[in-house]
T-cell receptor, first 113, second 118 residues
Framework: GENVEQHPSTLSVQEGDSAVIKCTYS??????FPWYKQELGKRPQLIID?????GEKKDQRIAVTLNKTAKHFSLHITETQPEDSAVYFC????????????FGEGTQLTVNP | GAVVSQHPSWVICKSGTSVKIECRSL??????MFWYRQFPKQSLMLMAT?????????EQGVEKDKFLINHASLTLSTLTVTSAHPEDSSFYIC??????????????FGSGTRLTVV
């Protein structure tokens, strides 16, 4: 089955700096890669996703890059703000409705004012 | 957008009792529902995949007789934790994905259930 590894497990940045979280996946058939932000005790919230036919996607301060050959994808947050502090999870799956989503271990991001 | 409603949001039960958690897809038909468990400071771990009208598929190490899953309709899946013990205390969350057919919907999550077994 799919295995997703995520680094770093914790990340502390100063407000305004950029944050980068990296993930690798094992199943070359995976073609859907979402990123989630989860606040304590709440459901994961989708912040951005990318499909394997695209190498990069951007939404305001958030961007995701995908390298299919190397089987890794990264989340980039620019101009970080204290409200960006949360746990971020990467995930991977096949692009079919019945496919499971496999999560990385998570990254605790802390943005210091 | 696609919404999954999960109840209860939190429950405290005594050791040895059973607890039922419900997940309903409100505006789409979910032929498949995924059940995750999340311990503090850990990731979401898939417990089982429930399929409407058929038996659930359990992940390795998950006791199917302890975590009963029923997916009797296209909009409702339930997880029953039987004979709960303190080590079952966790955050349980369901997820579904609207049918893939030209609309790029991602996975939709329920709001989660915080189970505390005392």
């Amino acid at each position: 089955g799919e295995n997703v590894e995520q680094h770093p497990s914790t990340l502390s940045v100063q407000e305004g700096d950029s944050a980068v979280i990296k993930c690798t996946y094992s199943d070359s058939a995976s073609n859907y890669f979402p990123w989630y932000k989860q606040e304590l005790g709440k459901r994961p919230q989708l912040i951005i996703d990318i499909r394997s036919n695209v190498g990069e996607k951007k939404d305001q301060r958030i961007a995701v890059t995908l390298n299919k050959t190397a089987k890794h994808f990264s989340l980039h947050i620019t101009e970080t703000q204290p409200e960006d502090s949360a746990v971020y999870f990467c995930a991977a799956s096949l692009e079919t409705s019945g496919s499971r989503l496999t999560f990385g271990e998570g990254t605790q991001l802390t943005v210091n004012p | 957008g696609a919404v999954v409603s999960q109840h209860p949001s939190w429950v405290i039960c005594k050791s040895g009792t059973s607890v039922k958690i419900e997940c309903r897809s409100l505006d789409f038909q979910a032929t498949t529902m995924f059940w995750y468990r999340q311990f503090p400071k850990q990731s979401l771990m898939l417990m089982a995949t429930s399929n409407e009208g058929s038996k659930a598929t359990y992940e390795q190490g998950v006791e199917k007789d302890k975590f009963l899953i029923n997916h009797a309709s296209l909009t409702l899946s339930t997880l029953t934790v039987t004979s709960a013990h303190p080590e079952d205390s966790s955050f349980y969350i369901c997820s579904a994905r609207p049918p893939f057919g030209g609309i790029n919907y991602g996975y939709t999550f329920g709001s989660g259930t915080r189970l505390t077994v005392v």
